[in-house]
């Protein structure tokens, strides 16, 4: 192929060029993942000719596959990376079970996340570029923008937009870089330069495309903790209730400092951590006073048992909380009981 009328992306980084589909579907395995090729009916093995070009941008895979032939891929494996794929001349169609039907062109791309499978029926013009990124080059970005671990791995909508703005203006800060690799000096070459690169390609995707971290990423946007980082701390907080905790175990559930876990409590709940904590136990201390007779454990061994070491701070709050001691909680109890085996 003449690089001198060749448009297509990565003219300078071309790896091979062959005529040989099960060369290609070698080249290409081995930069995406094992897939099946099958010639397209209308095409004879004599008028496929591919293209394969491939660099890397930190730690991003760009490639660039054109095969000049109808063909269709069969990716039957489950992906372990996340595979954004644009069609920079022809088309393609694609079917994914998580997605149904939909089409890879000029105005649509697609993006498959960890665990997903597809099936693509390609023009003979197609010319497919695609972004490999490994789910932990995604996560530490994610982890980055949030300000706190981010757990489950990120699923993305398959069908991609190009003509949705926010979109829009991601795939030409995309075709910037592409223009740079392909310039002698091009700064994309440079490490640190890749590096912010690489940052910018990866916050732009998880912005503009819709994903299962938008609600948080809005959240953070807005300078406000995500109520889901809230509630796992609520759930950890009631699984845990009747073990030690400090504000330091909590903070590190949220991954959060402990002044901004206070803040989202004070913001979300009107309360702080810590009052939220000795609420609930005091709930289970009253519960079990409520339902103890006389052969059961004193009001000590129930407050000790909750994590209430200072007997008067604890009686001071029990008070507060449920308008009497925790002694008069137990008297009304044992006469309830009373009473009620009189009544047998």
């Known amino acids: 192929m003449d690089d001198a009328v060749d448009d297509a992306p990565l003219r300078t980084h071309r790896t091979l060029d062959t005529d040989d589909a099960d060369s290609f579907r070698a080249a290409a395995s081995k930069l995406l993942t094992p897939h099946r090729i099958t010639l397209g009916s209308t095409r004879t093995a004599g008028e496929f000719h591919g293209d394969v070009r491939s660099t890397r941008v930190g730690d991003v895979g760009v490639f660039y596959l054109a095969q000049g032939a109808a063909v269709d891929v069969d990716i039957s494996e489950p992906i372990d990376y996340y595979d954004v794929i644009f069609a920079l001349s022809g ?16 105005g649509h791309g697609a993006v498959l996340s960890p665990g997903m499978r597809a099936r693509m029926t390609m023009s003979d013009d197609y010319g497919q570029l695609h972004l490999r990124i490994e789910r932990t080059t995604l996560d530490r970005r994610l982890d980055a923008v949030l ?6 791995v990120t699923v993305f909508d398959v069908p991609l937009d190009l003509g949705a703005p926010s979109v829009a203006s991601w795939f030409q800060f995309l075709r910037l870089g592409l223009r740079d690799l392909d310039t002698a000096g091009g700064i994309a070459a440079h490490p640190l330069a890749a590096a912010s690169w690489q940052d910018h390609l990866l916050t732009g995707l998880l912005v503009s495309q819709a994903n299962s971290y938008a609600g948080a990423l809005a959240d953070r946007a807005a300078g406000r903790p995500a109520r889901r980082v809230l509630q796992a701390v609520l759930d950890y907080i009631e699984e845990h209730i009747d073990e030690p905790m400090s504000m330091a175990d909590l903070a590190g559930v949220a991954g959060m400092s402990t002044r901004s876990l206070q803040r989202a ?22 519960e079990q006073l409520t339902a ?5 454990a004193s009001v000590t061994d129930v407050a000790y048992r909750w994590g209430f070491t200072h007997l ?18 137990v008297k009304k109890s044992r006469s309830e009981t009373a009473w009620r085996e009189v009544r047998r």
Request: hydrophobic residues 30%; aromatic residues 6%.
């Open 292 to 296: 103890t007779d006389s052969g059961e």
């Open 147 to 152: 300000g706190r671990p981010s757990g489950a």
């Open 312 to 329: 008067s701070r604890f009686a001071a709050a029990y008070r507060a909380r449920f308008g009497e001691p925790p002694s008069e909680t």
């Open 265 to 286: 409590f004070r913001d979300e709940l009107s309360t702080s951590p810590t009052a939220h904590v000795q609420n609930l136990r005091l709930d289970r201390v009253h």
């Open 91 to 106: 088309s393609s169609a694609i079917t994914s079970r998580d997605s149904g039907r939909g089409v890879i062109d000029a």
